[in-house]
């Protein structure tokens, strides 16, 4: 039983465009929440995190959006470029060390 | 430092026979982890370690089993390898310690086909 539902499992945008990728989750003893960038052949890579002690964290182009009343948060990717072309794992731990991850969304972006 | 590597890169196996997959980190990482991802499956807990000498069951623990003799290493062994353990495995290191949230560091993977 996946703890973590992502969707979508796939998406295509275009160069300069938003790529959003959604998260649930139903444990509410989650206190943290990694997204993981993979590229083709490569193993997976950190790439922002939050705690749910705040609603959004930004980085660069990539942001989280996250909505603890609702157990959902967001990964967004503005200005989207070819080089984002990967998939995107949504995670979350409870303190332990466990990472829960989602199924994985593939992300690619035509230029 | 070199960080998380695994050995082999890639391996065909007959149904019946077994392996190690070697897994080596240099971050003095406490914290070591065996994953297996599937397509549209996402990434399956295995096996991990919290420290030399210790290991747990993660999600999908049947037909594997681990050991830490070292804070380096941390081999996955594949006893009588069956048609449904073809995945490919990623091995992942983090620092831990209490209250706080670790980077886990994943290896290069393995990529196992059992025919």
């Known amino acids: 039983q996946q703890q973590v539902k992502q969707s979508p499992q796939s998406l295509i945008v275009q160069k300069g465009g938003i790529s959003i990728i959604n998260c649930a989750y139903e444990?509410?003893?989650?206190?943290?929440f990694p997204w993981y960038q993979q590229f083709p052949g490569k193993g997976p890579a950190l790439l922002i995190a939050?705690?749910?002690?705040?609603s959004e964290k930004k980085e660069g182009r990539f942001t989280i959006s996250f909505n603890k009343s609702a157990k959902q948060f967001s990964l967004h990717i503005m200005d989207s470029q070819p080089g984002d072309s990967a998939t995107y794992f949504c995670?979350?731990?409870?303190?332990?060390?466990?990472?829960?991850f989602g199924a994985g969304t593939t992300v690619t972006v035509r230029a | 430092n070199a960080g998380v590597t695994q050995t082999p890169k890639f391996r065909i196996l007959k149904i019946g026979q077994s392996m190690t997959l070697q897994c080596t980190q240099d971050?003095?990482?406490?914290?070591m982890y065996w994953y297996r991802q599937d397509p549209g499956m996402g990434l399956k807990l295995i096996y991990y370690?919290?420290?030399?000498?210790?290991?747990d069951k993660g999600e999908v623990p049947n037909g594997y089993n681990v050991s830490r003799s070292t804070t380096e290493d941390f081999p996955l062994r594949l006893e009588l390898a069956a048609p449904s353990q073809t995945s490919v495995y990623f091995c992942?290191?983090?620092?831990?310690?209490?209250?706080?949230?670790?980077?886990?560091?994943f290896g290069p993977g393995t990529r196992l086909t059992v025919l």
């Open positions: 992942a290191s983090t620092l831990g310690g209490s209250g706080r949230y670790n980077e886990q560091f």
């Open positions: 444990n509410t003893a989650f206190d943290y």
């Open positions: 939050i705690r749910p002690d705040v």
């Open positions: 995670a979350a731990s409870y303190n332990d060390y466990k990472l829960s």
């Open positions: 971050m003095n990482h406490n914290y």
């Open positions: 370690s919290v420290g030399a000498g210790i290991t």
